[in-house]
């Protein structure tokens, strides 16, 4: 008996199922608990709560929304609340996180010290923090409607948001925007098949510059057939506020300009480290093969510097669309403020309530890390 | 025969060395450096100039009353009349001397630590401090005076949900992370589901779990204190991210090291903690008190669930109707606070860092 407990195999067993029936009796032991309280407190159980009258307004719904929809259209537009803080943060933290990793290694002493004195003060400071400082100090501080600061092309800012001229949707403005998206289709494109030329034959074509004036002509070629005709809806004040324009409330511009100055410093440092990575040996022969600054650049540090710095970046854009759940401590409604905060306040159903919750989040993290292993799949160093 | 002149010589390098060689070389080689330069010192001119004047020049710094700061700037009077409130939060005045002592015996600690190197002596001392510095704040023992967690705040409590929070997540981590690489299917897959299912959700979720969800696991007369519940949920939130850490360190061990141990017939545990686990916290220590970092980070959410942390103190603080209008104020110091903590922190782990690269290398 005693041998068969000293084999590693017999005991290996043995343990398992040991941390089976504690896991089991752990659970058994909650669960027959939460039934008897929930049974004692008079909570609903299941699921038909998303049916019920949600009885409350929503300021930013960005699908139409009143008093008398249901919970689960409150579930709705928390959601896509998250998504547009999370989309609108990765892309302006992108910008200005490539931007400020690449001014860290730039030659010039001054802006290289800004750079990295603006990593070091953001990121050492508590994301929440920043979110309750734009919102309660800088956004506080703004002067109100009746004294709005004005910016070129009609755009007013005061306490009660960002508003922006919104233009009319009319043939000059859908030329524009369908020109555009041909314009970026396009580019991709000729990416591809520039790419497979220089390949094949060595080749090279200049993307960059056929790209960048295609952006730029493109459209405003597509104005003039258009009609020329562009009309804005300008925001006016009118009474004690503005209206007509786009307005963004404060509570969205504050988490968004936190998250996106919080984050960048992580995609600053990230793309750093990766442009670092690449060996000097690679950027030497690179020269000694006859290639051009722009061409080594291009064709052999930053293939290299990408794989190494895009997987901590797409993290970080996990981490962004996380902490989009603070937004609960300025009220922008998003799922965390609207579902978890108040649904749960009037429903009372915690379980299902943070359950539904965790797994919109967890599914956003399993789709980020498919995206990573994809990627990590697709750049694998190809041995020929 | 060919006639060679001699050429003149070329005049030699203003200079190579010295402030404006190094002015050129590094702020105005090309036109395009010049324009970057002079437009980061447009910025820090937009910039430090306003700030300093604000919290410096024009800054009210003695006094005691509102009346007091009159020159425009910041007024740091406010921060001076309130400063027990941000330290402490509402913890009575009376019974400070107590917080105070558990902060004394730290110096005394490390004093004892110079004479006393052996590990289980120091961890000893440890675990002994941390028992007496419970007794000294919570109170309840000794003739102390019991202070509930209610009344505790400011700086003190996030210092407390911090090291908590750190203590012990190491533990339960390092657990995780030997499941997760132990060759037990079913205890590798149960701790592969804790850390996922944790790193795949935000914190504030796992606080309003642990807020709310966990008293109905419990039968009806099993109370927890409302920071017990918070502490519950943080501790178990950073296990996981401990965990990944450590398994990191795990991985880079090579497997010559587990068999060595195991032809020395060392049991698991004895191979864990004694050959494998040194080496593996050496490499996993500069990611740890990164992690370690951003749990300082997340203190601060303990705000959402109705605790009174140094962040929220500043609302608390700038309500007072007497004090009305000073958030700004509130908000610079707590910000300042948090920044030199892991500030602090992040070149300690940069150091460590370089220490250890050293060592391996």
Redesign the interface.
């Known amino acids: 008996m005693l041998a068969l407990l000293r084999n590693q195999k017999v005991r290996?067993i043995l343990?398992?199922i040991l941390?089976?029936l504690s896991?089991v009796a752990f659970l058994w032991y909650?669960g027959d608990?939460?039934m008897?309280?929930?049974e004692?407190r008079g909570i609903k159980t299941g699921f038909a709560f998303l049916d019920g009258t949600a009885g409350f307004e929503i300021d930013e719904a960005p699908i139409s929304f009143s008093s008398s929809d249901t919970y689960g259209r409150v579930f709705l537009v928390g959601l896509l609340n998250t998504l547009i803080v999370t989309f609108v943060g990765i892309i302006f933290a992108t910008i200005l996180g490539l931007l400020v990793g690449i001014l860290r290694l730039?030659?010039?002493?001054?802006?290289r010290k800004?750079a990295t004195a603006y990593i070091?003060?953001f990121r050492?400071?508590?994301?929440?923090?920043q979110i309750?400082?734009w919102y309660?100090?800088v956004l506080?501080?703004m002067p109100s409607p009746k004294q709005s600061l004005e910016f070129v092309g009609g755009i007013f800012v005061n306490n009660r948001g960002l508003y922006i001229p919104k233009p009319d949707m009319n043939s000059t403005t859908i030329f524009v925007l369908t020109s555009l998206a041909i314009v970026f289709v396009s580019i991709y494109l000729l990416n591809k098949w520039a790419n497979k030329r220089q390949e094949t034959t060595g080749e090279d074509f200049p993307v960059i510059i056929v790209g960048f004036s295609a952006l730029v002509l493109v459209p405003i070629v597509a104005y003039f057939i258009g009609g020329a005709d562009f009309n804005f809806d300008y925001p006016a004040l009118r009474g004690f506020n503005f209206q007509g324009g786009k307005t963004i409330s404060p509570e969205f511009l504050a988490l968004t300009f936190a998250l996106v100055i919080y984050t960048a410093t992580f995609i600053a440092e990230a793309i750093r480290s990766g442009i670092e990575a690449v060996s000097k040996g690679q950027k030497e022969a690179a020269a000694s093969i006859g290639l051009s600054g722009y061409q080594a650049l291009k064709l052999v540090v930053l293939p290299q510097a990408i794989r190494i710095a895009i997987p901590p970046v797409i993290n970080q854009y996990l981490n962004l669309a996380?902490?989009s759940?603070?937004a609960?401590?300025v009220g922008y409604p998003e799922i965390?403020t609207l579902f978890?905060g108040i649904t749960?306040n009037q429903v009372g159903q915690?379980?299902e309530i943070?359950a539904i919750?965790?797994l919109v989040?967890?599914t956003i993290?399993?789709v980020v890390s498919a995206l990573l292993n994809w990627f990590n799949h697709k750049m694998k160093i190809k041995e020929r | 025969m060919a006639v060679y002149e001699l050429k003149q010589t070329l005049e030699a390098p203003s200079s190579t060395k010295g402030m404006i060689h190094w002015l050129k070389d590094?702020?105005f080689?090309t036109p395009i450096?010049t324009l970057?330069?002079l437009s980061?010192?447009a910025?820090?001119f937009y910039i430090i100039p306003p700030f300093l004047n604000w919290a410096v020049f024009d800054a009210d710094f003695v006094g005691s009353t509102r009346e007091q700061c009159t020159s425009g700037g910041a007024c740091w009077v406010f921060i001076h009349a309130k400063i027990d409130m941000f330290m402490y939060g509402f913890y009575p005045a009376a019974e400070v001397w107590r917080l105070k002592t558990a902060l004394a015996l730290i110096l005394v600690i490390v004093a004892i630590f110079k004479f006393f190197k052996s590990n289980k002596i120091r961890f000893s001392i440890l675990t002994l401090y941390f028992i007496i510095s419970y007794i000294l704040i919570s109170g309840g023992y000794f003739g102390l005076e019991h202070v509930p967690t209610e009344k505790w705040g400011g700086l003190m409590l996030t210092v407390v949900v911090a090291t908590v929070g750190i203590i012990f997540s190491f533990p339960i981590g390092i657990i995780v992370a030997f499941g997760r690489q132990s060759?037990?299917?079913?205890?590798k897959s149960?701790c592969v589901t804790y850390v996922e299912?944790i790193?795949?959700?935000?914190?504030?979720?796992i606080l309003?779990?642990s807020s709310?969800?966990l008293?109905?696991?419990?039968?009806?007369g099993v109370t927890f204190d409302k920071l017990l519940r918070a502490l519950i949920g943080l501790t178990f939130f950073q296990a996981a991210y401990v965990a990944e850490n450590i398994r990191g360190g795990l991985q880079s061990i090579p497997s010559g090291q587990y068999e060595a141990a195991d032809a020395i017939g060392l049991s698991y545990w004895q191979k864990m903690i004694l050959v494998i686990l040194p080496q593996a916290l050496k490499v996993a220590i500069p990611n740890l008190v990164g992690a370690f970092?951003s749990l300082?980070?997340?203190t601060?959410?303990v705000?959402?669930i109705g605790l009174f942390d140094l962040?929220a103190m500043?609302r608390i603080a700038a309500a007072d109707s007497y004090w009305l209008g000073m958030?700004?104020e509130g908000?610079v110091f707590?910000?300042a606070i948090?920044?030199a903590f892991?500030?602090g922190m992040?070149r300690y782990s940069n150091k460590l860092e370089k220490q250890f690269n050293t060592n391996l290398k």
């Open positions: 290996g343990f398992q941390t089976i896991v909650i608990n939460t008897t309280n929930i004692q730039s030659k010039n002493w001054l802006i800004i070091d003060i050492n400071i508590p994301i929440l923090l309750l400082f309660n100090v506080n501080a996380k902490n759940s603070l609960a401590a965390i978890a749960l915690a379980i943070i919750t965790m989040y967890l993290s399993l | 590094n702020l080689s450096n970057l330069t980061g010192v910025l820090l060759d037990l299917p079913i205890i149960v299912l790193r795949g959700v935000p914190l504030i979720t309003f779990m709310i969800v008293p109905l696991f419990f039968p009806e970092i300082f980070q997340d601060t959410l705000l959402i962040l500043v958030e700004t908000y707590v910000t948090f920044w892991c500030y992040s």
